[in-house]
C-alpha cells in the first residue's frame, strides 16, 4: 500500500509539472512565431530598403555623368543668341514688405 501512495504521489507531482510547463511551453513557443515573424517582415523592409538606395545611388551616377557631360558641352559650344543685358535706365518694379504684409493682414480679419 505504501508503494501504490508513493507512486501516486510521484504521479501527480509530474502531472502538475506537465500541467504547469504546458503553457509556459506554449507561450514561449507562441512568442517565438511571433518574433520570427516580425524579423521576416523587418529583414524584406531592409532588403526593400537597400534596394531603393541601391536605384538611389545609381540615378544619382547617372545624373552625375550627365550633368558633367552637359557642363563639357556648355563649355566647348558657342552661344546661339547672346542673353539680353538690362538697361541702366529701365526702372525696376519693388514691392515693400511692410505694404505687403498689410495687404496680408486686411485679408486675414473678419469683420
Known amino acids: 500500500m505504501a508503494e501504490l501512495t508513493c507512486d501516486r ?36 523592409f531592409i532588403n526593400g530598403e537597400e534596394y531603393w538606395h541601391s536605384q538611389w545611388r545609381l540615378l544619382m551616377g547617372e545624373y552625375r555623368q550627365l550633368k558633367q557631360s552637359i557642363e563639357k ?10 542673353t539680353p543685358q538690362p538697361d541702366s535706365g529701365q526702372s525696376r518694379l519693388e514691392v515693400c514688405p511692410d505694404t505687403l504684409q498689410d495687404k496680408q493682414n486686411e485679408s486675414l480679419t473678419y469683420d
Open 9 to 44: 504521489c510521484c504521479f501527480f507531482f509530474i502531472l502538475e509539472g506537465c500541467i504547469f510547463l504546458s503553457p509556459v511551453l506554449g507561450i514561449w513557443l507562441y512568442y517565438r512565431r511571433v518574433i520570427r515573424r516580425k524579423n521576416r517582415k523587418l529583414f524584406r
Open 73 to 82: 558641352t556648355d563649355r566647348t559650344a558657342e552661344p546661339l543668341h547672346e
